[in-house]
Protein backbone atom coordinates (compact mmCIF):
# COMPACT_ATOMS: atom_id res chain seq x y z
CA UNK A 1 0.00 0.00 0.00
CA UNK A 2 1.90 2.96 -1.43
CA UNK A 3 1.46 6.46 -0.66
CA UNK A 4 1.12 9.26 -2.97
CA UNK A 5 2.33 12.33 -1.40
CA UNK A 6 2.69 14.75 -3.05
CA UNK A 7 2.74 15.93 -7.21
CA UNK A 8 3.95 19.07 -6.65
CA UNK A 9 7.53 18.94 -6.81
CA UNK A 10 7.92 22.73 -4.71
CA UNK A 11 5.91 21.23 -2.05
CA UNK A 12 7.91 17.72 -1.74
CA UNK A 13 11.05 19.71 -1.49
CA UNK A 14 10.02 22.36 0.54
CA UNK A 15 8.97 19.82 3.83
CA UNK A 16 10.48 16.40 2.78
CA UNK A 17 13.79 17.58 1.05
CA UNK A 18 12.51 15.57 -1.81
CA UNK A 19 12.83 17.22 -4.94
CA UNK A 20 12.45 14.00 -7.26
CA UNK A 21 9.77 12.69 -5.22
CA UNK A 22 6.90 13.64 -7.91
CA UNK A 23 8.89 11.94 -10.63
CA UNK A 24 10.15 8.75 -8.71
CA UNK A 25 6.50 8.14 -7.53
CA UNK A 26 4.89 8.36 -10.85
CA UNK A 27 7.42 5.45 -11.69
CA UNK A 28 7.22 3.42 -8.72
CA UNK A 29 3.33 3.41 -8.94
CA UNK A 30 3.28 2.43 -12.78
CA UNK A 31 5.62 0.26 -12.04
CA UNK A 32 3.60 -1.88 -8.88
CA UNK A 33 0.18 -1.22 -11.17
CA UNK A 34 2.34 -3.30 -13.97
CA UNK A 35 3.30 -6.04 -11.77
CA UNK A 36 0.11 -6.64 -9.80
CA UNK A 37 -2.69 -4.54 -11.27
CA UNK A 38 -5.67 -3.42 -10.14
CA UNK A 39 -6.89 -4.22 -6.43
CA UNK A 40 -8.92 -7.43 -6.60
CA UNK A 41 -11.14 -8.38 -3.47
CA UNK A 42 -12.53 -11.85 -2.57
CA UNK A 43 -14.90 -12.25 0.09
CA UNK A 44 -14.35 -9.26 1.47
CA UNK A 45 -10.56 -9.21 1.60
CA UNK A 46 -7.92 -7.49 -0.45
CA UNK A 47 -6.03 -10.56 -2.29
CA UNK A 48 -4.15 -9.06 -4.99
CA UNK A 49 -3.54 -5.69 -6.46
CA UNK A 50 -2.51 -2.10 -5.58
CA UNK A 51 -4.50 0.36 -2.89
CA UNK A 52 -2.52 3.86 -2.54
CA UNK A 53 -3.14 6.31 -0.06
CA UNK A 54 -3.22 9.76 -0.31
CA UNK A 55 -2.98 12.09 2.34
CA UNK A 56 -5.15 15.44 2.00
CA UNK A 57 -2.94 18.25 3.29
CA UNK A 58 -4.16 22.28 3.57
CA UNK A 59 -4.20 24.65 1.30
CA UNK A 60 -3.91 21.51 -1.74
CA UNK A 61 -0.01 21.34 -1.06
CA UNK A 62 -0.18 18.15 -2.10
CA UNK A 63 -1.30 18.47 -5.11
CA UNK A 64 -3.92 16.47 -4.53
CA UNK A 65 -6.34 17.12 -7.36
CA UNK A 66 -3.47 16.32 -9.97
CA UNK A 67 -2.70 13.19 -7.62
CA UNK A 68 -5.92 11.96 -8.46
CA UNK A 69 -5.80 13.04 -12.25
CA UNK A 70 -2.65 11.01 -12.64
CA UNK A 71 -4.21 8.21 -10.98
CA UNK A 72 -7.19 7.81 -13.18
CA UNK A 73 -5.44 8.74 -16.34
CA UNK A 74 -1.45 7.37 -16.06
CA UNK A 75 -2.42 4.50 -13.51
CA UNK A 76 -6.01 2.78 -14.02
CA UNK A 77 -9.26 4.38 -13.49
CA UNK A 78 -9.85 1.11 -11.23
CA UNK A 79 -7.41 2.04 -9.02
CA UNK A 80 -8.31 1.82 -5.45
CA UNK A 81 -7.62 4.99 -3.56
CA UNK A 82 -7.84 5.41 0.74
CA UNK A 83 -8.02 9.62 0.82
CA UNK A 84 -7.24 10.01 4.47
CA UNK A 85 -8.07 13.14 6.48
CA UNK A 86 -6.06 12.59 9.19
CA UNK A 87 -3.36 15.42 8.62
CA UNK A 88 -2.15 16.87 12.03
CA UNK A 89 0.31 19.48 12.14
CA UNK A 90 3.81 18.36 13.78
CA UNK A 91 7.04 18.61 14.34
CA UNK A 92 8.07 21.66 11.96
CA UNK A 93 4.80 22.55 10.86
CA UNK A 94 4.44 25.28 13.23
CA UNK A 95 7.59 26.69 10.78
CA UNK A 96 4.98 26.23 7.85
CA UNK A 97 1.88 28.60 8.29
CA UNK A 98 -0.01 26.53 5.06
CA UNK A 99 0.07 23.74 6.51
CA UNK A 100 0.07 24.18 10.50
CA UNK A 101 -3.81 23.56 10.65
CA UNK A 102 -5.57 20.91 10.32
CA UNK A 103 -7.61 20.33 6.95
CA UNK A 104 -10.80 21.42 6.89
CA UNK A 105 -13.95 19.49 5.61
CA UNK A 106 -14.09 21.26 2.84
CA UNK A 107 -10.93 20.13 1.80
CA UNK A 108 -11.51 16.56 2.22
CA UNK A 109 -14.41 16.62 -0.14
CA UNK A 110 -12.88 18.27 -2.42
CA UNK A 111 -10.39 15.38 -2.97
CA UNK A 112 -12.76 13.00 -1.85
CA UNK A 113 -15.70 14.09 -4.33
CA UNK A 114 -13.20 14.74 -7.24
CA UNK A 115 -11.94 10.92 -7.05
CA UNK A 116 -15.39 9.36 -6.89
CA UNK A 117 -16.20 11.85 -9.77
CA UNK A 118 -13.24 10.38 -12.15
CA UNK A 119 -14.22 7.06 -10.92
CA UNK A 120 -11.42 6.12 -9.24
CA UNK A 121 -12.80 2.92 -6.25
CA UNK A 122 -12.71 4.81 -3.22
CA UNK A 123 -11.19 3.26 0.00
CA UNK A 124 -13.27 3.93 2.94
Same mark, same amino acid.
Do not use: C
Given at each position: MP??? %????? +? +???? +?FAQDYPDVMKAALREMHRQVGDLEIKDGLAIRGLLIRH???PNNVAGSIDIIDFLANE? +??????????? %??????????????????????????????????????
Open positions: DAK %YLNSD +S +SEKY +SLVMV +SKNTFVNIMEQ %YRPTFKAHNFPEINRPITHQEFHTVYDYAKKRGLRLAD
